[in-house]
């Protein structure tokens, strides 16, 4: 339940402070999610996060290499078409 308020809080629009008040508006953010994530690790039960911490780590070992260098490979593409374009960008206006 107190995650989900987290999430909530987070993804809200509506916020404690609003954030046009310059410092105090994303300072807020800055210190309520992480406070509300603190809070959520603590009441879980320890045998869950163990659970999920030796899921994960299952997950981790059993990826396939094609897919992380499928990744890799379209996340420079998408680097190399942004520095492409950014080039021409600044090429032409000279």
Do not use: N
């Amino acid at each position: 339940m107190v995650g989900l308020l987290v999430i909530a809080y987070a993804a809200s629009p509506i916020d404690l402070i609003p954030d046009f008040i310059p410092v105090f508006g994303y300072l807020d953010d800055l210190i309520l999610i992480p406070l509300g994530i603190v809070l959520v690790v603590h009441l879980t039960p320890k045998g869950v996060r163990e659970d999920a911490m030796r899921s994960v780590v299952r997950g981790a070992r059993q990826r396939h290499t094609r897919l992380r260098y499928l990744g890799t490979v379209l996340i420079a593409i998408a680097w190399i078409a942004i520095a492409y374009g950014v080039m021409r960008l600044v090429f032409s206006i000279m």
